[in-house]
């Protein structure tokens, strides 16, 4: 089962703080992220990769960010 954060409509910290909060709580090995602004997508990717999570892939969609992170 994909474990899903949807942070789309929300500013900076909260996207953070939701993948974060997230990854503490999940066991499992990837989880998916959604957010809608640039500085959204570099903060979680960031803070992701500080946790020693690796972020495999980001899609742009419409109106949207898609980044897949896996356990590091």
């Known amino acids: 089962m994909e474990t899903t954060?949807?942070?789309r409509?929300?500013?900076?910290p909260q996207p953070v703080l939701?993948?974060?909060?997230?990854?503490?709580?999940t066991t499992a090995a990837e989880i998916v992220v959604l957010v809608?602004?640039?500085a959204s997508k570099e903060n979680v990717s960031r803070a992701v990769e500080s946790q020693g999570w690796k972020v495999l892939n980001i899609t742009e969609e419409?109106?949207?960010y898609r980044l897949e992170i896996h356990r590091g």
């Open 9 to 12: 409509g929300l500013s900076c």
């Open 36 to 38: 809608d602004t640039e």
């Open 62 to 64: 419409e109106d949207s």
């Open 5 to 7: 954060v949807d942070a």
């Open 18 to 25: 939701m993948t974060l909060d997230e990854l503490k709580k």
